[in-house]
């Protein structure tokens, strides 16, 4: 019982999504979220940014977060469940009423998305799920303006981070530093930085 309603981490279903989706609001990835946009800040000048997007944007919270860091930006957010879609718009309903916010569904390897649109397009804990990866970050890469910015954020990947049963479970694909600088520098990004906590989080912040 308690695997299915993990499963929703990859994909939220039904009941067990919605409530997976509140959980992670609340609890589980406030954290990260705020030790990645402590680390984004230092890198980006985020109140000059016009276009952001959260792919695999979940519950919503870090859209609230890109429309609260990037006040002058019009914030979309992109997730391939129905659930996560329906939960990020009323989580933000105040800024989509006012035509500063946009979440729609999709697929991260086929984004419908002109060529240069976004400043800062921010992936918090998603990537592992993106397959084929190559061709998610080519379609990262390409609607990306020059300048902008991919912002990667996860809780595992770090040396001390250690696969259990629910990330096999998940077939999550755990993305090390070496494995991110490659994938990144392979799609045609470039300044790269990387960093680890000891606790395995790590986040990568690339430009196009």
């Given at each position: 019982m308690f695997d299915k309603f993990y499963l929703n981490a990859r994909k939220p279903e039904g009941l067990g999504g919605k409530l997976l989706l509140s959980r992670m609001n609340r609890f589980g990835h406030a954290r990260l979220a705020e030790w990645g946009f402590d680390l984004l800040a230092k890198h980006a000048?985020?109140?000059?940014?016009?276009?952001?997007?959260?792919v695999g944007c979940g519950g919503g919270?870090?859209?609230?977060?890109?429309?609260?860091?990037?006040?002058?930006?019009k914030v979309f957010g992109l997730d391939?469940?129905?659930?996560s879609v329906n939960?990020?718009?009323?989580?933000?309903?105040?800024?989509?009423?006012?035509?500063?916010?946009?979440?729609?569904?999709?697929?991260?390897?086929?984004?419908?998305?002109?060529?240069?649109?976004?400043?800062?397009?921010?992936?918090?804990e998603t990537i592992y799920f993106w397959k084929?990866?190559?061709?998610?970050?080519?379609?990262?890469?390409?609607?990306?303006?020059?300048?902008?910015?991919?912002f990667i954020c996860n809780d595992a990947g770090g040396a001390e981070w250690i696969p259990g049963k629910r990330s096999k479970m998940l077939d999550m694909t755990v993305y090390d530093e070496e494995s991110l600088r490659g994938l990144l520098g392979k799609t045609g990004f470039s300044n790269?930085?990387?960093?680890?906590?000891?606790?395995?989080?790590?986040?990568?912040?690339?430009?196009?």
């Open positions: 000048e985020l109140s000059e940014m016009r276009a952001v997007m959260d919270a870090n859209i609230s977060r890109l429309l609260c860091n990037c006040p002058n930006a391939y469940s129905t659930v939960k990020s718009l009323k989580h933000n309903k105040k800024a989509v009423k006012e035509g500063r916010c946009v979440v729609e569904q999709g697929d991260v390897t086929k984004l419908a998305f002109d060529d240069n649109k976004f400043d800062l397009i921010t992936a918090f084929p990866i190559e061709v998610a970050f080519s379609e990262i890469f390409r609607t990306l303006a020059k300048g902008g910015r991919f790269v930085k990387i960093y680890i906590e000891t606790d395995g989080r790590i986040c990568a912040i690339a430009e196009k």
